[in-house]
């Protein structure tokens, strides 16, 4: 059983990305308004948020290649919306689940992937004999307070079975270094790689691999210089996972890093 949540006496030093800072625990500001009409309505940078194959397959696919995650594997999706990157990973014979706070999202699901998407993470859990093999928060932390973080990774500790893969929007002291990250009323942390690397070291993860570019998972904004981070992550106590990305293949990230095309790399065996 997963424990309580539990937002921890830890401090972590940061400037909020914006004035009214509001917290990915609030549910009720992820609404129609902000998955359909975020541009029009200045809540976020959404608008007709709707299943689009031709982008969301392709970015499952990249996902498993990078982890290596086998067929069957059960993947947390951990802001998941509408479902769809569960949907295409379900596509592609991954046992993907997904959660997500807000109550428009879930309830606007894709029909095909709705009996895997709730805002009760123990159900996940009991579905999956408390075992989660990967995780994927795309998008989501920056919407959190650091504290809220920290107690969510330190919680799931004892279930993550290989790697998380984080990916966040970089920026200084509150700052985004793409501006139009700006935008979205509920973002709050804008801070650098080793801000991140930091927290998740602190929560008790070891940092497989952090950059600033990982090609194909966020496309429109690989040329920007320190746009986005990609982290992956790993319980520290964790053995050598026999699933996944090893730790030798590090190497291919830190090329693909360089702008190498990680595809024509081969990943060590793990």
Not at 14 to 36: K, L, M, R, W
Not at 63 to 70: D, E, F, S, T, V
Not at 144 to 166: C, D, G, H, V
């Amino acid at each position: 059983m997963i424990a309580p949540a539990r937002i921890q006496e830890v401090k972590f030093d940061f400037v909020p990305a914006n004035e009214a800072v509001i917290s990915e625990t609030d549910p009720q500001f992820y609404d129609e308004d902000y998955f359909e009409r975020g541009l029009i309505t200045g809540k976020s940078l959404y608008t007709n948020y709707r299943w689009l194959p031709e982008l969301t397959l392709p970015l499952a696919h990249r996902i498993i290649r990078y982890l290596k995650i086998p067929p069957g594997s059960t993947v947390l999706d951990y802001g998941c919306a509408k479902g769809y990157l569960v949907k295409a990973l379900r596509l592609l014979d991954i046992n993907a689940w997904g959660f997500d706070i807000s109550e428009y999202a879930l309830k606007s699901c894709d029909e095909d992937v709705r009996p895997y998407c709730t805002n009760q993470l123990e159900d996940i859990l009991v579905q999956n004999q408390n075992v989660i093999h990967y995780m994927i928060a795309k998008d989501v932390f920056e919407h959190m307070q650091p504290a809220e973080i920290y107690s969510l990774l330190t919680r799931l500790l004892p279930f993550i079975q290989n790697q998380i893969l984080i990916i966040v929007p970089l920026g200084e002291r509150g700052r985004y270094h793409i501006p139009a990250y700006q935008l979205d009323r509920s973002h709050v942390i804008a801070e650098n790689l080793d801000w991140w690397k930091h927290l998740f070291t602190t929560a008790g993860y070891q940092i497989h691999f952090a950059g600033t570019q990982l090609p194909g998972l966020k496309p429109n904004w690989e040329k920007v210089q320190n746009g986005n981070g990609f982290f992956i992550i790993a319980p520290k106590d964790a053995r050598r996972m026999t699933m996944g990305l090893s730790i030798s293949s590090q190497e291919s990230f830190a090329n693909a890093q360089n702008g190498n095309d990680i595809e024509q790399n081969r990943y060590a065996n793990p």
